[in-house]
RNA sequence: UCCGGCGUAGCUCAAUCGGCAGAGCGGGUGGCUGUUAACCACUAGGUCGUAGGUUCAAGUCCUACCGCCGGAGCCA
């Protein structure tokens, strides 16, 4: 609309006239004053009416404003140390848009499922807005570098007709007739990106139907998969710290303020810097040993083996070389121990675990038919992924990195579920 | 699926050993010229998750069921 000024930009207007269309997020009374705690999207400013300076109409107005009212409110932007952003309203006139019914959510304590209840105004509130402005941030960054990389986006296909990798729990749909199943991941699809683009990468959800009810699930994430012709496993980790130190160091720099208001210590994403620690999974095992943490050689590391773990460095960990069979099929043996894997899992400092899985692809055609043979796999399904291996087969390798995971570490989260808009869980499809 | 925890006002919670169902916030009415989750006074607001049972008496004890939470498993 026209006239508007948004708050983010407010400073140009210091000592000017200005007109701001946002909502009531607060007010509090004086005798003779109201101060008016506007939110308009970009921000929040306080705008002071003072029975003296408008009105009768427009002070009468103030006590009709419920909380979430939209408004107009027009006046001079002043400095004012006391505010938070600097600046404030000194109010001359106010436009009621849309009087607010009574508004569900106070600015005081509520519990976790009424405000998913409410998840469609819980995303007005101050935290919400700051963790998804840095959600947007995270999301920018993770394209710009593949971008300014030359890797062209190839995004992988939703409806799949066959489970990926076989082990999780599938949703499954009908279509047309037959049987399909939402995507658990893009990563074979992007291998055929890779051989036709060299350096590709997709983004999209992805849906897992496990019953998982832990603060790390969600039935509905967004994953960013590069992957890379031409490329090994220590070529993948390579991309794999560079591509994190520019997500999180842009971060750091573009949505200080947000990370300011979620009061997240950002003197630990600071150090989130090249090179990282690269162990084994034999050395990784050799510290849950010496910490005297109970744990089955061979096994996958759980939630808080992996705490045990990154706890021991001050930025992102890379365990490499897992044991083969507790990983996919698609995953290429170590030539020079058959029994581990070329593979790399990512573990974020601060107990944040896992939060990037990835490695280097089998490209023989004949040990990957029989890796699907064991697996116990359709072959016929897996026609099209032999078909990479028959047609100019080359080393590839990639990953892939949990959007939602990644929010909840750089903001300094107890839970995933606040970082995406609206969480998809096993007890929560609505709103 | 297994294990553990929780269901009381619109919201967040309290209610001692089984003995009159309460507070703060939010709503309403009024007051206050610098408030910062403002404050002060007054006020309305209840199927104590559901169904049984024990008891003179149940929010409280017992049984079953329902709903939710998060830990394991699985994973990003």
């Known amino acids: 609309m026209k006239n508007t000024t948004y708050i983010d930009s407010i400073a140009e207007f210091k000592d000017k006239q200005a007109t701001i269309s946002g909502w009531l997020y607060n007010m509090r009374k004086g005798g003779k004053l109201r101060f008016l705690i506007v939110r ?3 921000g929040t400013i306080q705008a002071v009416v003072s029975k003296t300076d408008v009105n009768e109409e427009v002070f009468a107005l103030c006590d009709e404003l419920t909380q979430e009212s939209s408004i107009r409110v027009t006046g ?27 508004y569900p959510i106070s600015l005081k304590e509520h519990g976790t499922d009424f405000l998913m209840d409410n998840r469609h105004l819980w995303l007005r509130s101050s935290r919400q807005f700051a963790i998804l402005r840095v959600r947007h941030e995270i999301i920018a960054a993770c394209r710009a570098f593949f971008d300014d990389r030359g890797f062209t986006l190839v995004d992988a296909p939703i409806f799949t007709p066959n489970a990926c990798e076989g082990t999780t729990t ?29 350096k590709a990468y997709c983004f999209g959800p992805t849906f897992r139907a496990e019953k998982s009810k832990t603060r790390r699930h969600l039935t509905e994430f967004w994953m960013i998969e590069p992957e890379v012709a031409f490329c090994d496993l220590d070529g993948d980790m390579d991309l794999a ?3 994190l130190e520019y997500v999180v160091q842009r971060v750091l720099k573009n949505k ?11 003197t630990k994403l600071q150090n989130v ?30 939630g808080t083996d992996e705490t045990v773990i990154s706890e021991k460095f001050d930025r992102p960990v890379m365990v490499h070389r897992y044991p083969s069979a507790i990983k996919a099929f698609y995953m290429k043996n170590d030539p020079t121990d058959f029994s581990k894997a070329l593979c790399v899992d990512v573990l974020a400092p601060e107990g944040y675990g896992e939060i990037i899985g990835g490695g280097q692809r089998e490209d023989d055609y004949d ?32 990953f892939g990195l949990g959007i939602e995971r990644t929010v909840t570490w750089l903001c300094g989260l107890s839970h995933v579920r606040e970082t995406i808009p609206f969480p998809r869980m096993m007890h929560r499809l609505r709103p």
């Open 170 to 198: 599938l949703f499954e749909t009908e279509y047309f007739g037959s049987k399909a199943y939402l995507t658990q991941s893009g990563q074979l699809y992007q291998e055929a990106g890779a051989l036709a683009f060299g």
């Open 241 to 243: 710290e560079e591509f």
């Open 76 to 102: 001079k932007v002043v400095a004012d140390e006391r505010a938070p952003s600097g600046f404030e309203m000194q109010v001359s006139h106010l436009e009621l848009v849309s009087k607010a019914d009574e």
């Open 367 to 398: 040990t990957l038919k029989n890796k699907i043979l064991h697996h116990n796999l359709p072959l016929e399904a897996f026609e099209w992924y032999l078909d990479l291996r028959r047609y100019g087969s080359v080393p590839h390798a990639g």
């Open 273 to 302: 810097k090249r090179p990282f620690p690269r162990i084994s999974y034999d050395e990784a095992v050799a510290i849950l040993k010496k910490e005297n943490v109970e744990f089955q050689d061979g096994n996958d590391f759980g």
């Open 40 to 42: 308009d999207g970009t």
């Open 256 to 266: 200080a303020r947000e990370l300011a208001t979620l009061e997240r210590d950002v």
